[in-house]
């Protein structure tokens, strides 16, 4: 099975790369290599290697640069995903597109299923939703799997930046009324390898995260036990919750937008793991592979 990996440079995409099945022949291409907002070389790209499954996790995340450059977040997150699907559909290749979170508003105070009406509150999450709708409605027909709060031991993500700042300072302030679920690159990696894998007629719309919930700031307090524990983070940093309002951003959050992932964990047959273990789990990853 040949597989191309867009957004290979990003840290799901090294992931996808890293985890990648002995029976795949797996392809990645960065953005440097291919801009998937281009629609004249996405599908030149996607023809001439003649992938049987295309995995986009090649995005604009910039949440909050994106509210001041609305026409570069939809190129990325709008129109790559449609550009991705129109070649999927020329040649035959199955679509897996990796969607946020932050298509909903947070207004309901339980886990967001997959056919829940989405209500994004930003131009990322608008952008994101854009890019889902042109898969879902494409002939390929694909597959879109939502997850949430992303990290990995390299990149830029919350686990790296809350590192660095307790490295620096004596007080880091988080957010404490924000929920969500944390979750490991390396393993939704290995979810979207098995829905390959073991699942080649899915379409529609799937979940993905780890277990449990957490709001930034106790994700900040496990990031800073962890880290001390594991030896990647020598000082004690004290960590203070703060509601939203004090720390204003360009861009709206949805205050809760934990995901229901229990179809997908029941699809998988996997038990899940709850968010805590994952982080420890990649502290104890050694960082050079």
């Known amino acids: 099975m040949k597989v191309l990996v867009t957004g290979a440079g990003g840290q799901l995409g090294r992931e996808l790369i890293h985890t990648a099945p002995p029976a795949v022949e797996v392809r990645g291409v960065r953005h440097a290599e291919l801009d998937i907002g281009r629609r004249e070389d996405t599908l030149v790209a996607v023809c001439r290697m003649g992938p049987d499954v295309i995995i986009n996790a090649a995005a604009y995340t910039a949440v909050d640069r994106a509210e001041d450059e609305p026409e570069v977040a939809h190129a990325a997150n709008a129109l790559g995903p449609a550009h991705l699907a129109e070649a999927a559909s020329e040649t035959g290749a199955r679509l897996i597109h990796v969607s946020t979170d932050f298509v909903f508003g947070g207004s309901q105070c339980r886990p967001y299923r997959p056919e829940d009406a989405p209500e994004p509150l930003s131009v990322y999450g608008r952008s994101k939703l854009a890019g889902e709708r042109h898969v879902l409605d494409a002939p ?8 949430s709060w992303v990290y990995a031991r390299g ?8 590192l660095r700042l307790m490295a620096e300072r004596d007080e880091v302030r988080v957010v404490a009324d924000q929920f969500g679920a944390p979750t490991w690159a390396r393993g939704l990696a290995r979810a979207l390898w098995s829905l390959v894998l073991g699942h080649p007629d899915l379409r529609g719309v799937l979940h993905y995260c780890d277990a449990g919930s957490a709001s930034w700031y106790d994700f900040a307090v496990a990031i800073a036990e962890e880290g001390r524990a594991s030896g990647h983070l020598e000082r004690h940093a004290v960590v203070r919750p703060i509601p ?12 809760f937008s934990v995901l229901d992932a229990s179809r997908t964990w029941q699809l998988l047959a996997e038990q899940p793991v709850h968010w805590r273990v994952r982080l420890r789990q990649m502290f104890q990853e050694p960082e050079a592979r």
């Open 140 to 147: 390929c027909a694909g597959l879109v799997v939502r997850t």
């Open 155 to 162: 990149g830029r993500n919350f686990v790296n930046t809350m």
């Open 244 to 255: 939203t309002e004090a720390y204003p951003l360009p861009a709206p959050r949805p205050r």
